[in-house]
């Protein structure tokens, strides 16, 4: 009896790291992604309506059914945070850290002009 419970420890970390963990960050991109591309095609279809020609949205319920099945499937939401939305998610992480951390190490120096 005690060697399964130590076995469902054991289990339960490999299921949270090669599961709930890519499955986790895929929802998140993929969430944000969509709502990206959402706001996009909003602006672009009334921008387009304005000039009254026409428009081929490119976000429709295929892609974003693709989307969940990709998030929820095992192996396949590694593959898409590895390939799809991955990159993507690090360059904004850095980006932020970067603009958070954006102190000079030296005091800048302003030179003042020399009255004549």
Known sequence: MIDYILAVQYNSIIALLAYWLPMSVCLIGYLCKTWK????????????QQRNIGYITTLTIGVVVSRIFATFLPGVNVV????????????????????????PL?????????PK
């Open 80 to 103: 898409a945070i590895a390939f799809d939305i991955g990159w993507p998610m690090v360059c904004t992480a850095v980006r932020s850290i970067a603009n958070i951390l954006d102190i």
């Open 106 to 114: 030296i005091k800048p120096y302003k030179s003042i002009p020399k």
């Open 37 to 48: 591309e959402y706001h996009y095609e909003i602006a672009r279809s009334l921008e387009c």
